[in-house]
């Protein structure tokens, strides 16, 4: 069962593979972002457990953005959320009633796509995901073994129906012949509305932990997402970004690499129901800003 030590636990047996970085032992608790927004000219926000949880929006953050708009903060959204493309991730937004502009938005999977070479891919994706914006030849990856075989590397976009025994068909297809994969999103988990649901990011530390070598993760906290984020922006010094999430290592840690400031959202996403100082005390993590909703 994930539980959210569990989760907590190995994102710590894996953070030797996340950017390293470090940050005071310090940080200030808030009620609002507004008592901070003069501290930043750009406000970005993780979408699970901040903005939403699963298909449901949290109360009150679609007020919060567009107040940050109208005192004339820019916003962003940072997800790593890859099961949609990007009009996809846009009327995702749109069902949950925000307002958002098609430039508010960088994923995971933008930042993936961008680093796609030539060669035949084998594309991990949800079923209903019509793989439009894949710019290089394809093949969906289903449960044939020959398909695992005649690709050239992976691109591993959502984990929606991914069972046991397709990873177990793609590691042993990967140890005996080593390819390029490429994970979309590099979460473990992702908060629910009934629990937390396995995210690509699981699946490719497993082919890690079992011999595969070529693996590399996208989205937070590692830096090409960042690296399309910032090139979003009008020239703004790193210090002005806050990057709000509910996460110590993708979302803080991320954030910290870049020089960005962090704001530590509680109430709803990895660490609802827990006092986070005993997890930044284990995981030498902190924010500068904690708050339990946006």
Known sequence: MLTTKSIFKRYEEIRHRMPKTSTPEKFQD???????????????????GV????????????????????????????????SYDRNGA???????????????????????????????????????????????????????????ESVDG??????????????????????KSQRPVLIANADLVAPRDNGFSLEPGNFG??????????????GKPFPEVYDL????????????????????HTDIIGAVARGWKTVLVTRDGLFSGFDTLDFCKRSNLYPDWRLPCI
């Open 30 to 48: 808030i009620n609002s972002l507004l008592d901070i927004a003069e501290e930043g000219y750009t406000f970005v926000f993780d979408a699970f």
């Open 90 to 148: 846009i009327e995702k937004f749109k069902r949950l009633g925000l307002s958002i502009n098609g430039d508010e938005i960088v994923t995971s999977r933008d930042a993936t796509l961008h680093s796609l070479t030539s060669g035949v891919w084998g594309a991990i994706a949800a079923p209903d995901d019509e793989l439009n914006d894949i710019p290089r030849d394809f093949i969906r990856i289903g449960n044939d073994p020959r398909d695992f």
């Open 154 to 175: 992976f691109i591993f976009l959502s984990s929606s129906g991914w069972t046991d025994s397709q990873q177990k068909t793609l590691t042993k297809s990967l140890l």
């Open 229 to 248: 984020l910032e090139k979003t922006l009008d020239k703004v010094d790193n210090d002005k970004i806050i990057m709000c999430g509910d996460s110590l």
């Open 51 to 82: 903005l939403n949880v699963g298909e449901t929006l949290i109360s009150g953050a679609d007020k919060r953005l567009d107040q940050l708009r109208s005192i004339g903060c820019d916003i962003r959204i940072l997800t790593n959320a890859a």
């Open 205 to 218: 530390h497993l082919l890690l932990d079992q011999g595969v070598e070529d693996v590399n993760f996208f």
